[in-house]
């Protein structure tokens, strides 16, 4: 069987990336789970000036994740295209060296109902501002999402809370 590889076939649905499933919320602070003595995640990332594109450092227990990850633009923010590659460290280097506008935060893995939350805390100019998002597997799991007690407005729609709107704003939307 021969197969045709052109231009239409490359140019159609992101081949190699996957869906991701996500939702995410505000975070009533005084609400929220005592966090002192839990284990976290350092993540630094920078959103690549021009492009879609977020190069990342995750950081925990003094082990290290690099990755350069590209989110694919759709009308439904929750259920987003993605492709990640993981990079060697002359690799992260290389492309840390590019104009990007830079975002730190501490991830926290938190069980709540059965299934882990990742809280996000802020860094930097955006301290104040705390996200809970959760993946489902499927569209209906994603639908049936109960947030924590603690989480307040939903705001996977509103696109001034995507990190990268928050990397290039540095500011917290009211």
């Not at 869906?19 to 005084?30: F, I, Y």
């Not at 439904?76 to 690799?91: C, D, G, H, Q, S």
Request: with cysteine.
């Amino acid at each position: 069987m021969i197969v045709n590889r052109g231009l239409d076939t490359e140019l159609g649905d992101p081949k190699y990336a996957r869906p991701e499933l996500e939702r995410r919320w505000l975070v009533d602070q005084a609400d929220r789970p005592n966090l002192e003595g839990l284990d976290f995640t350092l993540i630094e990332d920078r959103y690549i000036e021009g492009t879609r594109m977020r190069l990342r450092r995750m950081t925990r227990r003094g082990e290290t994740a690099l990755k350069l990850t590209k989110k694919y633009e759709t009308e439904r923010p929750e259920t987003r295209p993605i492709v990640t590659a993981y990079l060697t460290e002359a690799e992260h280097a290389l492309l840390a060296s590019l104009p990007a506008f830079a975002m730190r935060k501490r991830r926290f893995h938190l069980p709540v109902d059965g299934r882990y939350w990742s809280l996000d805390l802020f860094e930097g100019p955006l301290a104040r501002l705390e996200l809970v998002e959760a993946e489902a597997a499927d569209e209906a799991a994603l639908d049936a999402l109960v947030p924590p007690a603690w989480a307040t407005k939903e705001v996977t729609h509103d696109p001034r809370y995507q990190c990268g709107s928050l990397a290039q704003t540095l500011s917290i939307p009211e």
